[in-house]
């Protein structure tokens, strides 16, 4: 058996978020008696229609990390601005040594993206996408770089907004 799994939980809550458990973590701390674990628990909470957000939770327990993730995921929720189930334009997230490029694709396309990235993607709702990540491939790292990438991004009304233009109705 490997040493690091992969969990990959999704569910639906009652109010329309859905969530997904990207990763459970182990830690030991040697006492006297033997060892005592803790765990920790990476969540993405989303609504597959423009809001995602990420937790970490830590607990002695896994179904506690997980709800107190779940809490923190649903805390940090941010809307994203999509276009017709795809990104406006081309970004880079940055976190740790990890970094992910967000490349707008056709319809049909689907997530083309490794399962850390894919996790939040699919709950913020993108359909079509490309993805490549650079650097570290720590889950952690690069759900948040992803997360980064996802908060960059310009809508066309922003963007006019921060030029001072007006948008012409083409």
Avoid: W
């Amino acid at each position: 058996m490997s040493r690091q799994r992969q969990h990959m939980e999704s569910s639906q809550d009652e109010g329309g978020l859905g969530d997904n458990v990207v990763k459970i973590y182990r830690c030991a701390k040697v006492v006297r008696g033997g060892r005592r674990f803790s765990f920790s628990a990476l969540v993405v909470v989303g609504d597959r229609s423009g809001k995602v957000g990420i937790g970490y939770g830590k607990a002695k327990e896994v179904p506690m990390a997980v709800e107190k993730g779940k809490k923190i995921a649903t805390r940090t929720m941010k809307k994203i601005g999509l276009v017709d189930g795809t990104l406006p334009h081309t970004t880079l997230g940055r976190y740790g040594a990890s970094k992910v490029v967000l490349v707008p694709a056709s319809k049909g396309t689907g997530v083309i993206a490794g399962s850390s990235v894919r996790a939040v993607l699919e709950l913020a709702g993108v359909k079509d996408v490309l993805t490549k990540s650079y650097g570290s491939t720590c889950p952690k790292n690069l759900v948040r770089a992803t997360f980064a990438a996802l908060t960059g991004l310009l809508d066309r009304e922003k963007i006019a907004r921060l030029r001072g233009v007006s948008l012409v109705s083409a």
